[in-house]
């Protein structure tokens, strides 16, 4: 395996100077600019500043996805050689990426878990395919074929009576008596709208599907849980491998519905009583209790959640709440320009759902990425007015 040594120089000097990488090429995205300024090291290892140093197989593929958003092909291509070469031994496409890298117990950088996360798998893979047709790449194209491949074969399974399920990871949610823990947060609507057509011989109609039979159970409280359990007779309970949580994972459960339009309509009126909540506190409480509904953290909110909500917001026509989070979110962006730490999470979740109500990208009804610089290129091609 290829690893790349950070401990030294790099690493250090992009620390002091607030950021990981030297370079900033000028973009039309300025939020990803200054992003992958702070957290993007020029070898492309997308750092998570906060929790020590570490990098994951999500964060490079939130990063992958930003740059082909932002038209960004050199960062693009050096995110992409990292993670096959530090996360799956230069083989991504042949095998599924760890999904946590870092410092080691013996002080050594590397690779820290070899099990995968399936959210991570499949956001590479469409990535990779929607840039293979974006610019034209043949062998963008290829590995997002293979990648995908590896999720349907390794992290895909019978559950039964619920029909095929995407585990979160090929490791450790097949769990005893024909029981299966599932992150709903791994389920983006678009997405599943598009690995349908692309590859139409595939699980995934059944999969969301089943997902959408399970959602008023799962979201029965009006919260969605970061994680539940379904067992092969399709009954559904809240998590049994540890206290039921809506949190961190979950939050990302109202960002991909509020940006999937029709595939995601029937989600939107599950998940009311947690936009309720957060019109009336005026930001998004930071925990829930999913059986319950009710706020268990101490009022700590963080901004990213205010960011991933945007979408959700917008398509529940909650204007009140909408502009309450935009300037809650401008007013934390604001104050991470004059220099003020922030973390990737809650950056990388602003970048979602900003970005989309900026209308630096769009999902087709197809699941197809609509990149706001695809239009512009259009319009000015020649022969076009």
Same mark, same amino acid.
């Given at each position: ?14 620390? =002091? ?50 740059? =082909? ?17 530090? @996360? ?40 990779? &395919? ?64 598009? @690995? ?21 159970? /799962? ?37 991909? /519905? ?12 599950? =998940?009311?009583?947690?936009?309720? @909540? ?30 991933? @909500? ?11 709440? &909408? ?63």
């Amino acid at each position: 395996m290829r690893i790349v040594t950070l401990v030294g120089g790099l690493l250090a000097a992009a620390l =002091l100077a607030g950021g990981c990488s030297a370079d900033e090429p000028s973009s039309a995205w300025p939020d990803w600019t200054h992003f992958a300024t702070r957290f993007v090291a020029a070898d492309g290892r997308v750092v998570d500043l906060t929790f020590e140093q570490k990098s994951t197989s999500e964060g490079q593929s939130y990063g992958l996805f930003f740059a =082909l958003v932002g038209n960004d092909r050199a960062r693009f291509a050096s995110i992409l050689r990292w993670t096959s070469d530090n @996360l799956a031994s230069g083989r991504l496409g042949e095998r599924l990426p760890g999904w946590l890298w870092g410092r080691r117990a013996d002080g050594a950088w590397g690779l820290k878990d070899e099990n995968s996360a399936s959210d991570a798998d499949l956001w590479l893979a469409y990535t990779l &395919l929607e840039a293979g047709r974006l610019w034209n790449e043949a062998a963008y194209t290829d590995t997002g074929r293979r990648l995908l491949d590896q999720v349907r074969r390794r992290e895909v399974v019978d559950a039964g009576a619920a029909g095929p399920v995407l585990l979160p990871g090929a490791v450790g949610f097949n769990l005893s008596e024909g029981r299966f823990r599932i992150d709903p947060s791994y389920l983006p609507g678009f997405l599943f709208e598009y @690995l349908r057509r692309e590859d139409a011989s595939g699980p995934w109609q059944k999969i969301w599907d089943g997902y959408l039979q399970m959602a008023p159970a /799962a979201f029965a409280a009006g919260v969605a849980p970061d994680l539940f359990v379904v067992d092969s007779s399709g009954t559904v309970k809240p998590d049994t491998e540890g206290t039921p949580s809506a949190s961190y994972d979950a939050i990302r459960v109202y960002l991909w /519905a509020g940006m999937s339009g029709d595939n995601s309509r029937t989600l939107l009126p599950l =998940l009311a009583k947690y936009g309720a @909540l957060v019109h009336s506190l005026g930001a998004p409480p930071e925990k829930v209790d999913p059986q319950t509904g009710r706020v268990t953290s101490s009022g700590y909110s963080p901004t990213g959640y205010s960011g991933a @909500l945007l979408p959700f917001l917008s398509a529940t026509h909650d204007r009140p709440a &909408l502009e309450a989070q935009r300037e809650r979110v401008r007013a934390a962006l604001e104050t991470a320009a004059r220099g003020t730490a922030t973390n990737y999470y809650d950056r990388a979740l602003i970048l979602f759902g900003k970005g989309w109500l900026d209308g630096q990208y769009k999902f087709g009804d197809d699941g197809r990425l609509q990149p706001k610089w695809q239009g512009a290129s259009a319009a000015s091609a020649p022969g076009r007015r």
